[in-house]
């Protein structure tokens, strides 16, 4: 983990992503008994503390790399190494305790509590009673789970979302290197799935946890990556990228059909407002709507702008970090910013 210099601001004291790599997958291959080859020669590195999502159409071998990757389905061929260790040797459940697992509807035991259900992996690495509880209200609070209300409830007790939230909790439990999670959010409706999405991804940065996820939906991808790789059948690599470099520059067909047609709207919400995007600030009609800031995704200037009265010109301010009005945008000049961030995303 990074070390906290004094004087930095809390978002640079959290662990950033290094070329170091926490998972390598080194051409790995799976065929399950019936013949299917689920996965055929797959190589691919995931970075220590990213957040790696795994994408593509249903049954090109996103839940065989994952599983693979804690034994749940062992590798026909090929190295995983976890830390430079290769995992394919040794005690598959050793394995498991060390690395973090979310799945769809969680599978909680129904009947533990919350809080048992949190201690789960702390109870069979044997930790003492008063470590675990203090370690489950410490989790229970990170998850936004109050503990006095829940720590006692059964999973049956608990809405989708908070069922989750607790899934989350457990598999955090012993602040483990590698959490996996596959569709994790899937089950919970969606204004509470965009939550849980923000909370977890202010979660990951904060531990720095290297998350590998296996997504269906390409939104929520470009939300929570910091990379994305897109598989077609057969475990194949379509394109290992950040996801403003595979939206705006899709390596082969499989991936521009895989992200279908609202790649430029998806953008909207990751490029942002640069100072040379700006015309003068004294192009704003009065009275002057509330400005946006420097630095804001493009899909809140455009709300800012289909929101205006029509005598408003098409025009809002735009303010620096000090609150000061430095520039004006239009939707042409959202469409520009677009433009530019397409072109400067690395192909
Ligand atoms: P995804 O997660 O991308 O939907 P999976 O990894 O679950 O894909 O499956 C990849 C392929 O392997 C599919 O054709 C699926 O039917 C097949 N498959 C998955 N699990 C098994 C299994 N236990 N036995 C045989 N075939 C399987």
Known sequence: ???????????????????????????????????????????LSVREHEMLALVG?????????????????????????????????????????????????????????????????????GWD???????????????????DTYAKRYPHELSGGERQRVGVARALATDPPVLLMDEPFGAVDPAGRRRLQTEFRRIQ????TTVLFVTHDIDEAVRLADRIAVFSFGGHLEQLAEPLTVLAHPASDAVREFIGDGAPVRMLGLAVVQRGDLDGPELVSAPAPAPITVGAP???????IAALPGS???RVPVADETGAVVGSLTADGILAALRRTADAAVA
């Open 1 to 43: 983990m990074a070390s906290t210099p004094t004087g930095t601001t809390e978002a640079a004291a959290f662990p950033t992503i290094t070329d170091e790599t926490a998972i390598v997958f080194d051409g790995v291959r799976k065929e399950y008994p019936n013949g299917t080859v689920a996965v055929g020669d797959l190589s």
């Open 57 to 125: 159409p249903s049954g090109c071998g996103k839940s065989t790399t994952l599983r693979m990757t804690n034994r749940l389905v062992e590798p026909s061929a090929g190295r995983i190494l976890l830390r430079g260790e290769d995992i394919t040797q040794g005690d598959p459940v050793a394995l498991r305790r060390r690395i973090g697992y979310v799945i769809q509807n969680v599978g909680l035991f129904p009947h533990r509590t919350v809080a048992q259900n949190v201690a789960t992996v702390p109870g069979l690495l």
């Open 129 to 147: 009673k008063a470590r675990t509880r203090a370690r489950v209200g410490e989790l229970l609070e990170l998850v936004g789970l109050a503990p």
């Open 205 to 208: 940065r904060e531990l720095g």
């Open 298 to 304: 493009l899909s809140v200037a455009f709300e800012a």
């Open 312 to 314: 408003a010109m098409g």
